[in-house]
């Protein structure tokens, strides 16, 4: 008996639009992904330039802020899974963007 192993491969990201409200990512095989961009407070609390300095990282597998250090995987947009940060982590960085 023989066992069919089928490899799924994650859709890659080629283009990311934020808007006041929602982060969404345009994947190469023509779908777009819409999610809420409360569910990432560090971009919900980052200005427009802040957000619109993204890179693509791996080989589009996720998406990169440098000015917020923001990570963000298309396999955890596509499952539908908000930031993992936890508050304690995010007042933090907060606190230390208000002090300046």
């Known amino acids: 008996m023989s066992t ?22 345009d994947l190469i095989d023509g779908r777009t ?7 990432f407070p560090r971009l919900m609390h980052s200005t ?3 957000r619109n300095n993204w890179r693509l990282i791996g080989r ?4 990169h802020w440098e000015d917020v250090d923001e990570d963000i995987s298309v396999e955890n947009l ?20 208000m002090s300046y």
């Open 4 to 25: 069919l192993a089928v490899e799924i491969e994650t859709p890659i990201a080629e283009k990311v639009t934020i808007t006041d409200d929602t982060l969404s990512v």
């Open 60 to 63: 589009g597998d996720g998406i």
């Open 33 to 39: 992904i819409f999610v809420p961009l409360a569910w």
């Open 48 to 50: 427009p330039k802040e």
């Open 78 to 97: 596509l499952f539908g899974k908000p930031s993992g940060e936890s508050q304690t982590s995010f007042r933090k960085w907060l606190s230390c963007r």
